[in-house]
Protein backbone atom coordinates (compact mmCIF):
# COMPACT_ATOMS: atom_id res chain seq x y z
CA UNK A 1 0.00 0.00 0.00
CA UNK A 2 1.30 3.07 -1.10
CA UNK A 3 -1.40 5.82 -1.07
CA UNK A 4 -0.03 6.99 2.55
CA UNK A 5 -3.41 5.35 4.29
CA UNK A 6 -1.43 2.72 6.08
CA UNK A 7 -1.69 -1.27 5.80
CA UNK A 8 -5.12 -2.29 5.93
CA UNK A 9 -3.55 -5.54 7.24
CA UNK A 10 -1.68 -4.05 10.12
CA UNK A 11 -3.03 -3.53 13.96
CA UNK A 12 -0.92 0.35 14.63
CA UNK A 13 1.07 0.06 17.85
CA UNK A 14 1.61 4.12 18.05
CA UNK A 15 5.01 4.24 19.03
CA UNK A 16 7.23 7.73 19.74
CA UNK A 17 10.05 7.81 17.49
CA UNK A 18 10.24 11.30 17.93
CA UNK A 19 8.30 14.52 16.36
CA UNK A 20 9.41 15.11 13.21
CA UNK A 21 9.18 12.89 10.22
CA UNK A 22 12.28 14.30 8.67
CA UNK A 23 14.67 12.86 11.72
CA UNK A 24 12.65 9.80 11.25
CA UNK A 25 13.79 9.33 7.62
CA UNK A 26 17.33 11.05 8.08
CA UNK A 27 17.93 8.05 10.61
CA UNK A 28 15.85 5.30 9.65
CA UNK A 29 18.79 2.76 9.13
CA UNK A 30 19.50 3.34 12.66
CA UNK A 31 16.41 3.29 14.53
CA UNK A 32 15.99 0.60 16.89
CA UNK A 33 12.28 -1.03 16.49
CA UNK A 34 10.74 -2.12 19.83
CA UNK A 35 10.11 -6.03 19.40
CA UNK A 36 6.35 -6.56 21.24
CA UNK A 37 6.64 -9.26 23.94
CA UNK A 38 2.74 -10.15 24.16
CA UNK A 39 0.77 -9.86 21.20
CA UNK A 40 -2.57 -7.40 21.67
CA UNK A 41 -4.52 -10.06 19.98
CA UNK A 42 -3.87 -13.72 21.62
CA UNK A 43 -2.20 -12.68 24.50
CA UNK A 44 0.74 -14.84 23.98
CA UNK A 45 4.16 -13.68 24.76
CA UNK A 46 7.56 -13.87 22.49
CA UNK A 47 5.52 -14.80 19.41
CA UNK A 48 6.60 -11.76 17.63
CA UNK A 49 9.17 -11.85 13.83
CA UNK A 50 10.25 -9.27 11.78
CA UNK A 51 7.72 -8.51 8.66
CA UNK A 52 9.29 -6.82 6.74
CA UNK A 53 8.10 -3.02 5.97
CA UNK A 54 5.18 -1.08 4.30
CA UNK A 55 5.69 2.71 2.36
CA UNK A 56 3.82 5.90 3.71
CA UNK A 57 3.95 8.74 1.74
CA UNK A 58 2.85 11.84 4.46
CA UNK A 59 3.06 15.20 3.49
CA UNK A 60 2.98 18.58 5.11
CA UNK A 61 1.65 21.98 2.74
CA UNK A 62 5.62 22.11 1.31
CA UNK A 63 6.32 18.20 0.42
CA UNK A 64 5.52 14.31 0.16
CA UNK A 65 8.09 12.28 2.58
CA UNK A 66 8.59 8.87 1.26
CA UNK A 67 9.12 6.85 4.45
CA UNK A 68 8.81 3.24 5.66
CA UNK A 69 7.11 1.48 8.46
CA UNK A 70 8.09 -1.24 10.39
CA UNK A 71 5.80 -4.63 10.63
CA UNK A 72 5.51 -7.12 13.34
CA UNK A 73 4.40 -10.44 12.87
CA UNK A 74 2.96 -12.90 15.61
CA UNK A 75 3.67 -16.42 14.77
CA UNK A 76 0.69 -17.68 17.42
CA UNK A 77 -2.31 -15.98 15.70
CA UNK A 78 -0.97 -14.48 12.47
CA UNK A 79 -1.57 -11.07 13.26
CA UNK A 80 0.24 -8.44 11.42
CA UNK A 81 1.90 -5.48 13.96
CA UNK A 82 2.87 -2.34 12.74
CA UNK A 83 5.05 0.16 14.35
CA UNK A 84 3.13 3.65 13.59
CA UNK A 85 5.17 6.42 14.38
CA UNK A 86 3.18 8.99 16.83
CA UNK A 87 3.48 11.82 13.96
CA UNK A 88 0.99 10.01 11.55
CA UNK A 89 -2.31 9.09 12.07
CA UNK A 90 -4.03 5.84 10.54
CA UNK A 91 -6.17 6.86 7.04
CA UNK A 92 -4.71 10.58 6.65
CA UNK A 93 -2.14 11.60 4.25
CA UNK A 94 -0.89 14.89 6.31
CA UNK A 95 1.34 14.98 9.00
CA UNK A 96 -0.25 15.16 12.35
CA UNK A 97 0.96 18.71 13.44
CA UNK A 98 -0.80 20.00 10.07
CA UNK A 99 -4.06 18.65 10.83
CA UNK A 100 -3.05 19.79 14.58
CA UNK A 101 -3.10 23.55 13.24
CA UNK A 102 -6.32 22.93 11.97
CA UNK A 103 -8.05 21.56 15.02
CA UNK A 104 -6.77 24.08 17.41
CA UNK A 105 -7.69 27.10 14.89
CA UNK A 106 -11.28 25.60 14.65
CA UNK A 107 -12.38 24.52 17.94
CA UNK A 108 -9.78 26.28 20.27
CA UNK A 109 -9.51 29.37 18.85
CA UNK A 110 -13.09 29.83 17.36
CA UNK A 111 -11.65 30.47 14.42
CA UNK A 112 -14.19 30.81 11.04
CA UNK A 113 -13.62 28.45 8.32
CA UNK A 114 -12.06 31.03 5.91
CA UNK A 115 -9.85 32.19 8.77
CA UNK A 116 -9.00 28.49 9.43
CA UNK A 117 -8.32 27.87 5.94
CA UNK A 118 -6.17 31.16 5.69
CA UNK A 119 -4.12 30.72 8.78
CA UNK A 120 -3.46 26.69 8.25
CA UNK A 121 -3.53 26.61 4.36
CA UNK A 122 -1.91 29.90 2.90
CA UNK A 123 -1.13 28.60 -0.54
CA UNK A 124 -3.99 26.42 -0.55
CA UNK A 125 -2.93 22.84 0.64
CA UNK A 126 -4.73 20.68 2.59
CA UNK A 127 -7.79 21.73 0.33
CA UNK A 128 -11.18 23.36 2.21
CA UNK A 129 -12.74 19.84 1.90
CA UNK A 130 -9.94 18.29 3.31
CA UNK A 131 -9.50 20.60 6.48
CA UNK A 132 -13.32 20.43 6.62
CA UNK A 133 -13.48 16.70 6.52
CA UNK A 134 -10.70 16.45 9.15
CA UNK A 135 -12.47 18.93 11.54
CA UNK A 136 -16.00 16.45 11.01
CA UNK A 137 -14.14 13.52 12.21
CA UNK A 138 -12.43 15.14 15.04
CA UNK A 139 -15.72 16.45 16.37
CA UNK A 140 -16.97 12.61 15.81
CA UNK A 141 -14.29 11.15 17.91
CA UNK A 142 -13.95 14.07 20.42
CA UNK A 143 -16.78 12.63 23.04
CA UNK A 144 -15.19 9.06 23.40
CA UNK A 145 -11.52 10.58 23.79
CA UNK A 146 -12.52 13.39 25.96
CA UNK A 147 -14.19 11.01 28.49
CA UNK A 148 -11.71 8.61 28.37
CA UNK A 149 -9.41 11.41 29.32
CA UNK A 150 -11.55 12.16 31.92
CA UNK A 151 -11.71 8.73 33.30
CA UNK A 152 -7.73 8.33 33.42
CA UNK A 153 -7.50 11.87 35.22
CA UNK A 154 -10.44 10.78 37.64
CA UNK A 155 -8.09 7.61 38.62
CA UNK A 156 -4.79 9.38 38.26
CA UNK A 157 -4.94 12.85 39.15
CA UNK A 158 -8.43 13.61 40.99
CA UNK A 159 -6.69 17.17 42.07
CA UNK A 160 -7.18 18.55 38.15
CA UNK A 161 -8.93 21.23 37.50
CA UNK A 162 -10.21 20.01 34.55
CA UNK A 163 -12.56 17.59 36.74
CA UNK A 164 -13.93 20.36 38.62
CA UNK A 165 -17.61 20.56 37.15
CA UNK A 166 -18.18 23.81 39.01
CA UNK A 167 -15.40 25.41 38.78
CA UNK A 168 -14.25 27.76 35.46
CA UNK A 169 -11.06 25.86 35.08
CA UNK A 170 -12.90 22.42 33.76
CA UNK A 171 -13.15 24.30 30.74
CA UNK A 172 -15.40 24.21 27.62
CA UNK A 173 -17.93 21.61 27.30
CA UNK A 174 -18.18 21.34 23.69
CA UNK A 175 -16.70 17.93 23.24
CA UNK A 176 -13.56 19.28 20.47
CA UNK A 177 -12.55 22.04 22.52
CA UNK A 178 -13.32 20.20 25.76
CA UNK A 179 -11.05 17.33 25.02
CA UNK A 180 -7.95 19.60 23.97
CA UNK A 181 -8.12 21.49 26.81
CA UNK A 182 -8.23 18.13 28.82
CA UNK A 183 -5.37 16.89 26.95
CA UNK A 184 -3.05 19.43 28.06
CA UNK A 185 -4.28 18.13 31.78
CA UNK A 186 -3.23 14.67 30.51
CA UNK A 187 -0.10 16.03 29.29
CA UNK A 188 0.77 17.81 32.12
CA UNK A 189 -0.07 15.07 34.50
CA UNK A 190 2.34 12.59 32.14
CA UNK A 191 4.37 14.52 32.58
CA UNK A 192 5.03 14.14 36.30
CA UNK A 193 5.59 10.54 35.62
CA UNK A 194 7.81 9.49 32.50
CA UNK A 195 10.78 11.62 32.53
CA UNK A 196 10.52 11.00 28.22
CA UNK A 197 7.59 13.72 27.93
CA UNK A 198 8.79 16.42 30.04
CA UNK A 199 9.86 18.14 26.99
CA UNK A 200 6.55 18.02 25.08
CA UNK A 201 5.16 21.39 24.71
CA UNK A 202 1.09 22.59 23.71
CA UNK A 203 2.25 21.94 19.84
CA UNK A 204 2.97 17.91 21.50
CA UNK A 205 -0.60 17.80 22.80
CA UNK A 206 -2.49 15.66 19.97
CA UNK A 207 0.89 13.68 19.35
CA UNK A 208 0.68 12.43 22.99
CA UNK A 209 -3.19 11.76 23.02
CA UNK A 210 -2.74 9.62 20.12
CA UNK A 211 0.26 7.58 21.18
CA UNK A 212 -1.71 7.51 24.94
CA UNK A 213 -5.05 6.66 23.50
CA UNK A 214 -3.62 4.09 20.97
CA UNK A 215 -1.98 2.31 23.87
CA UNK A 216 -6.03 1.97 25.12
CA UNK A 217 -7.54 0.73 22.62
CA UNK A 218 -9.07 4.54 20.78
CA UNK A 219 -7.90 3.60 17.05
CA UNK A 220 -9.26 6.66 15.67
CA UNK A 221 -9.04 10.62 16.18
CA UNK A 222 -9.18 12.11 13.42
Not at 14 to 24: K, L, R
Request: glycine share 8%; charged share 20%.
Amino acid sequence: NSSGSGCTKCMPIITDFGPAVQDYRAHFESIVFPRPEECPCCGASHTFIGHGFYPRQPKDQAQVYRIWIKRWFCKACHTTLSLLPSFLLRFRHYLLGVIQQVIVARFEDDASWHETERQCAPDGLPAPRTIGRWCRAFAAQAATWWAAVQATLACQDSASPALDPLGPAAGPYEAPRALLHAATHLLAWAQTRWPEVVSYGLKDRLRFLWHWGGGRGLLRLV
